[in-house]
């Protein structure tokens, strides 16, 4: 009897499809957070797949893990949607990056270092140009590295886990804000406030700059997004 030749789980064209999938998954996730493809947007498995220059199948498989982090709705036989920005979305996220970051700050105060001060310092003085996409997205990234870099100061992992994960919900809300209106000024001076009450070592100052810090920017992106006709949130 001729044997079947079952394909391997490593081999080449294996490989392939799990790369398209990855490539797929990098550049959509990066239009949604970016805003690129807007909240509320509609499209379907081909028009993605002609714009990738790839089959529908990666695209398809690249959707679904999308849709797991809620960043895609699927309609069967209609296609596929941005998830839309609510506000209800923008309370919850920051009533539980205030707790989270707060207590990730107070902790921290008393465990940075010289060095990790002077470079949260550096990244205080981060800026951008809001008409620059690459500035933006510079700026986006800079903003979560300074956030990330205090909640490793608190040396607890299922917190820094926590801060993380929300503040990759965040994303593209920081994106759209920014591109909206100017934070240039507020972000800088709230986070330079934050290293100055860091390096004083008090953790209930350093509790209370992050949680203002907070809502202040809960409160910016709301205005943003509200008075924006372009962002389709859903109040």
Sequence with gaps: MQSLSVESDNSPARQKKISLTE?????????????????????SELELAEQLAMSKTPVREALGRLVAEGLIEAFPRRGYRVTPVTVKDINDLFAIRAMTEGTAAAMAALNLSAADLD???????ARYDPQQGESVQSFVKANRDFHL?????????????LVAAHLDECTRLFYLGAVSRDVNPETSADHRRIVDVLRLRDPDLAR??????SEHTQKGILRALISSDTTALTL
């Design 23 to 43: 490539t797929a998954y990098v550049s959509l996730r990066a239009r949604v957070l970016s805003g690129s493809l807007r909240p509320g947007a509609e499209f």
């Design 149 to 161: 870099a205090i909640a490793e100061g608190a040396n607890n992992s299922r917190l820094l886990a």
């Design 208 to 213: 209370a700059a992050m949680v203002e810090h």
């Design 119 to 125: 470079r949260l310092e550096a990244l205080a003085e």
